[in-house]
């Protein structure tokens, strides 16, 4: 008899857990998928890959819209407001409010137009990414401290010479997620 309980019990929790684990999963599914749209208009504009996008939105803020940094940045791509006012000058919008920032439409544009002005700034090197990525979290102030000698246009010696710890795990860090986000993102549109 008490085998038959601690059984019946046993099963009780394991349907229990199994439950709450698939709601977890819907859950998070939902919110890594909410904002594709604004993700992918964006990125198609400003012809950046979506992927890439996509991995510095969940690296910033984990699709939270309404996350706002320690100094100041807004929104899912976690928009400070002097790239926020320089992406206005550029696009001739005017009457433009920080608050704007939290709407993830507006947020992304932002975010990947700045990506898009980062990539082309680095576009001597092999590959443009990780010195985009390390001006995008550290500033272009120390990405020039670390881009010296071989470093300006290697980007393996470029990201050896990072002596911030955790722009260095920034960086993979949306590297990995971008792969990661490729098969289920479409290539940057031609352009």
């Given amino acids: 008899m008490k085998f038959r309980w601690f059984a019946g019990s046993v099963l009780v929790l394991l349907l229990l857990a199994g439950g709450i684990a ?3 999963w819907r859950w998070h599914y939902r919110l890594e998928h909410s904002q594709d749209t604004p993700i ?3 990125a198609r504009r400003y012809h950046v890959e979506p992927a890439l996008v996509k991995a510095v939105v969940w690296q910033e803020s984990r699709f939270h819209p309404g996350l706002r940094g320690r100094v100041g940045e807004l ?3 976690q928009i400070r407001e002097a790239a926020a006012t320089e992406w206005c000058r550029a696009e001739h919008v005017t009457n433009f409010k920080k608050e704007r920032l939290y709407d993830p439409a507006v947020n992304t544009l932002v975010g990947s137009w700045y990506l898009q002005k980062l ?3 680095y576009a001597q090197a092999d590959n443009p990414l990780p010195y985009a990525l390390a001006d995008y979290n550290a500033g272009r102030g120390n990405v020039l401290r670390w ?3 071989p470093a300006m ?3 393996a010696l470029f990201l050896e010479q990072i002596t911030y710890p955790g722009t260095r795990n920034y960086i993979q860090a949306v590297m990995l997620r971008t792969d990661y986000y490729r098969p289920i993102f479409p290539p940057r549109s031609p352009g």
């Fill in 22 to 24: 698939g709601l977890y």
């Fill in 40 to 42: 992918l208009a964006a």
């Fill in 75 to 77: 929104g899912l791509m």
């Fill in 119 to 121: 990539l082309k700034r």
């Fill in 147 to 149: 881009e010296h000698g």
């Fill in 153 to 155: 246009t290697n980007s």
